[in-house]
């Protein structure tokens, strides 16, 4: 083996091991796994050859969950246990769950932490734990297909979700055992599909109408990086809505009442999906709807009433266009490309109407269901490693600002939208009484002025305040955005210096126990031996610190490193190699503690030598000016 | 990059694309957990300065702190009879707007005001920090604090628009 090194045509043999990853578009209506394999990124058809697993699961008492095609087939005959367009609920709680839920046919519960559930045959079951069902289908589909374990995942949100809805995506990754490297925007991964970022420049906009979601994001694009400049949207419009439109008028042409059956309300949608895609390549389509008593009407469906239908909901997608566009601080015709993404932009009204609106043909090429898995894979294929001299860079915003709840129930921003990430902001706090220990403090996310009309994040509750007069205390709390979107709190009393312990109460999402608590109880785990899975984990990320460290050795040890440095560095990672081999996950995770302690300062040696380098080239330019 | 008021934003634009491109957290996805947290802090770190060069009111007050001059001692008022005057007519056409025909195009034409009288604010500031005398510095923050009340300024004209159209929905 080690003597005959087997690569695909077309790859060379590279330096190190390729890593299996894969792109997740977790949707809707339909979700779809894809990876880069020969250099080409393509979906992952399943074993009848479908690439589109539709976004739902069947709970059925005492079976495993079925996802997918065989899921929908019985939406209809047994609509309660069937679960569509769970995206819709994720990061949401109960009081948005009324809003949204009333045009869902489920029954629900309010869970722990504000979290709604779904009531079911199979018992109840919250939004994330759905989403996993789906996001391990989509792994056994990938895994099987490429004979090996996933190394790490990229799946992709809307741009326009907030925190607690990335949250709760995240969460789903994690409860269906995939290594989440990052949460992608949408719109983001249409571009890179796209390959814009080979050679293109200018600013583009990311149309994307789903099934539920509409997302519209300006991106500037300059040689290789990709930055977004605003974005916005709508969180609950898209192809679902138009289904309903169309239902709505079938149901009045066709005599039937709006207080039909389940049964009879999917049917109908069922048969205006099929009539609203008839109609992209048609001019009229037949419809025919089977009552609930048996008998039958027969009609036809017009493009022309179709579009009638469907109007006011594409010109409220042009809204927050506007909307983006004056975020961004551009006008229309300065925008040179329209990407389409979502399965409702092959309508022809919608393509007609955004031709209109940017004053440009929008880019159609690759199907828009697939653009943005295939984004996505190309991302994971660069972010796992396999292509090392990639330029691609993905500077992303958030998208909703951040805020804390101030007296009067008003939300102070402290993160304005639209700021670039990774970002952190630190804001000063005080106690009001004598002798205060600990405060709370509510995080809520969006525009608005008052605490009741944003999104509650969290509250956070600070403790070991060392206790002092009124006033005295200097509380630095600091809000750390990552990469993902993902909020992260410290707090730090700073006269006398010490680190406040804060308590995280998400508001709608899971806590970490309580992810612990269904790892634990999910089929998958309850089989194998916790301490296995513990244990390949350990040594999974103890090979990721060894190969880091190896190549980072190889290409600036010496120019960095004096002799005793090193072999402290050395002695560390051979105790790790030592450990690696053990079956102790303890002992391999207090080696990889080990090896990071001593290589601390290096690691910061090489981020600023890095940073010089990209100043000095820079210093390079100008003096050819 | 030359410390001035006075920005080429194309290449400050570009080195900031250069310094995100080696720390920022994408080339870092494999990498051991510290290394992880150092690259989003410096990530970050990039992400501010870069905000704060890129907005000709955060720049001049980051010079102004840089020349020494305290921040705290920043006017609130001012007795600038022109300056009040601008604002005064400003804040009436934009009252005005919702009575117009044509209120997208009223309020297009206070922007386009207000985006003049920023442009003359910078290039005032420009002079005041080429030359850089104490008197100059105090000129320089009162003409941030004006370019502060033009901002409010700009932020309420985009709130009516938002309004408006929403209106319009």
Not at chain 1, 276 to 285: D, F, G, H, I, W
Not at chain 1, 565 to 580: D, K, Y
């Amino acid at each position: 083996m080690a003597l005959l090194q087997i690569s695909e045509p077309g790859q060379s043999t590279a330096p190190h091991q390729h890593r299996l990853a894969a792109g997740i578009d977790l949707g809707t209506t339909n979700s779809l796994v894809a990876t880069v394999r020969s250099g080409a990124a393509d979906t992952l058809p399943d074993a009848a050859g479908r690439h589109l697993l539709p976004s739902v699961v069947h709970y059925q008492a005492g079976q495993a969950p079925v996802v997918g095609t065989g899921a929908l087939s019985v939406a209809v005959t047994d609509p309660l246990n069937t679960i569509a367009s769970i995206k819709r609920l994720m990061g949401r709680g109960i009081e948005d769950v009324r809003h949204i839920g009333s045009s869902l046919p489920y029954e629900f519960l309010p869970g722990s932490s504000g979290m709604p559930l779904l009531h079911t045959a199979a018992g109840d079951v919250s939004p994330v734990e759905v989403s996993a069902e789906i996001l391990r289908a989509l792994k056994a589909r990938a895994e099987e297909t490429l004979g090996g374990e996933l190394q790490g995942v990229v799946i992709t949100v809307p741009a326009y979700f907030d925190d607690a809805q990335r949250q709760a995506t995240r969460d789903a990754g994690r409860l269906a055992g995939l290594n989440v490297m990052r949460l992608l925007n949408e719109p983001t991964a249409a571009a890179v599909a796209y390959g814009l970022d080979k050679g293109s420049e200018g600013v583009i906009a990311i149309y994307d109408l789903g099934g539920g979601t509409f997302d519209i994001s300006v991106l500037r694009l300059n040689r290789g990086v990709f930055e977004v400049m605003s974005t916005a949207g709508d969180s609950a419009l898209g192809g679902d809505d138009m289904d309903r439109a169309v239902a709505g008028w079938l149901m009045q042409q066709a005599g039937i009442e709006d207080d039909a059956g389940h049964g009879q309300l999917r049917h109908m949608l069922q048969v205006a999906r099929s009539a609203k895609e008839a109609l992209t390549t048609q001019a009229s389509t037949p419809v025919c709807i089977e009552r609930e008593d048996g008998t039958r009407w027969e009609g036809e469906l017009s493009r022309e009433v179709l579009n009638r239908l469907i109007a006011p909901l594409v010109e409220k997608t042009l809204l927050p266009c506007r909307r983006a566009l004056r975020d961004a601080g551009v006008r229309a015709a300065e925008i040179g490309t329209v990407v389409m993404v979502g399965g409702s932009t092959r309508m022809p009204l919608v393509r007609e109407r955004v031709a209109e609106f940017f004053a440009a043909e929008p880019m159609v090429d690759i199907d828009p269901d697939k653009v943005v898995a295939v984004g996505a894979a190309i991302q994971a294929d660069i972010l796992a490693g396999n292509k090392p001299d990639d330029e691609m860079l993905l500077l992303d915003v958030i998208p909703l600002s951040l805020g804390i709840e101030t007296m009067g129930g008003l939300a102070e921003k402290i993160i304005p939208r639209n700021t670039t990430i990774p970002t952190a902001r630190a804001q000063e706090f005080t106690t009001f009484r004598d002798g205060q220990t600990a405060m709370s403090l509510h995080v809520v996310q969006g525009e608005r002025e008052l605490v009741d009309n944003c999104r509650s994040l969290a509250r956070f509750e600070l403790h070991d305040i060392p206790p002092m007069v009124a006033g005295a205390a200097r509380i630095r709390v600091t809000f750390q955005v990552d990469a993902d979107g993902l909020l992260n709190v410290t707090a730090e009393e700073e006269t006398q210096g010490v680190k406040s312990s804060i308590e995280v109460k998400p508001s709608y999402g899971l806590s970490d126990t309580e992810i612990e608590t269904m790892l634990r109880d999910s089929m998958e785990y309850a089989e194998n031996d916790r301490d296995a899975r513990r244990l390949r984990e350990e040594q999974v990320e103890a090979d990721r610190v060894l190969e880091a460290l190896r190549a980072a050795l190889a290409a600036d040890g010496d120019e960095l490193l004096n002799a005793a440095e090193r072999q402290a560095i050395e002695t560390a990672a051979q105790a790790l190699e030592t450990a690696r081999s053990s079956s102790e996950y303890r002992a391999i995770k207090a080696a990889i503690a080990a090896v990071e302690q001593a290589s601390s300062g290096y690691v910061e040696r090489r981020m600023n030598t890095s940073i010089n380098k990209a100043m000095a080239g820079h210093a390079v330019d100008e003096f050819k000016s | 990059m030359p410390r001035s008021f006075d920005m080429d934003l194309g290449m400050l634009d570009s080195r900031y694309r250069e310094l995100q491109r080696s720390v920022h957290p994408d080339r870092f996805a494999s990498a051991g957990e510290a290394e992880r947290r150092l690259s989003m802090q410096t990530a970050t770190a990039i992400n501010e300065g870069y905000q704060v060069l890129k907005d000709p009111l955060k720049r001049g007050r980051y010079l102004l702190e840089l020349s020494g001059y305290n921040l705290a001692d920043e006017p609130h008022t001012t007795r600038d009879t022109t300056f009040l005057m601008e604002q005064m007519e400003l804040r009436e056409a934009l009252g005005e707007v919702r009575g117009s025909s044509d209120a997208f195009a009223a309020l297009e034409n206070i922007m386009d005001r207000i985006a003049a009288d920023i442009v003359n604010l910078q290039s005032l500031l420009r002079e005041n920090f080429e030359r850089a005398n104490a008197a100059d510095l105090e000129s320089a923050a009162g003409n941030l604090m004006k370019m502060q009340f033009f901002r409010r300024l700009q932020e309420e004209v985009m709130d009516l628009e938002a309004a408006l159209e929403d209106e319009l929905a």
